[in-house]
């Protein structure tokens, strides 16, 4: 059973537009969520994360959306850069939990049209 | 500072045999964790040492196992390898236990069982 879905496998987004990633989760005991980004031959970097005690959070051209009535969580990246085509995975945990609660998505392939 | 390293980047074995994989960590981190990942089912948490000490184990049989060295280096073994552990296994390296946002991973190793 999943409890972290990214529906869409792959985004094709134009070179400076937005690029919105979402992320729906089934299991109501999360309550701290990551992103994390992924280049081919290498491991995930952490981006951007979010605590449910708020409903936005930004660094830079990313901003991470937190719906916790919807169980829903959106990466938003403005403007996109070729730079950002990877594979972005969202994560989610309960806090203190520690590794053994950090559940990961799929995955979504963003990929920056120039 | 060099970042996390493993090796074999990749590994071909056959059903029934056992392999070993290895982790050296960020100098000066002291927790490791493992995750196996696949196409269906994103990145699945293994265990976490940290000090020597198995912290934190996932929902995986017994078949795979840990180790930690005085050095922080870890190694992980899968035993009776089936089809099914077919992955890329990344390893993570962090200062401290439990703290996912400084987890830094390396490119990881591709397992193909045959």
């Known amino acids: 059973d999943q409890q972290v879905k990214q529906n869409s496998p792959s985004l094709s987004v134009q070179e400076g537009r937005i690029s919105i990633l979402n992320c729906d989760y089934t299991?109501?005991?999360?309550?701290?969520f990551l992103w994390y980004k992924k280049y081919p031959a290498e491991g995930p970097t952490f981006l951007i994360s979010i605590s449910s005690i708020k409903d936005k959070n930004e660094d830079g051209r990313f901003t991470v959306f937190l719906n916790k009535s919807a169980k829903h969580l959106s990466l938003h990246i403005v403007p996109s850069q070729p730079g950002d085509s990877a594979v972005y995975f969202c994560a989610a945990s309960e806090i203190g939990r520690g590794n053994e609660k950090l559940t990961f998505g799929t995955g979504t392939r963003l990929t920056i049209i120039p | 500072k060099a970042g996390v390293t493993q090796t074999p980047r990749y590994l071909i074995k056959t059903r029934g045999q056992q392999v070993t994989l290895s982790c050296s960590p960020i100098?000066?981190?002291?927790?490791v964790s493992w995750y196996q990942q696949t196409p269906g089912q994103g990145l699945q948490f293994l265990f976490e040492?940290?000090?020597?000490?198995?912290?934190n184990k996932g929902n995986f049989p017994g078949r795979f196992s840990g180790r930690q060295f005085s050095n922080s280096r870890s190694e992980m073994n899968v035993s009776t390898l089936e089809l099914g552990d077919s992955a890329l296994y990344l390893c993570a390296s962090s200062p401290t236990s439990g703290n996912t946002d400084t987890q830094y991973f390396g490119p990881g190793t591709r397992l193909t069982v045959l």
């Open positions: 299991n109501s005991m999360f309550d701290y």
């Open positions: 040492y940290f000090s020597e000490t198995q912290r």
């Open positions: 100098s000066g981190h002291r927790s």
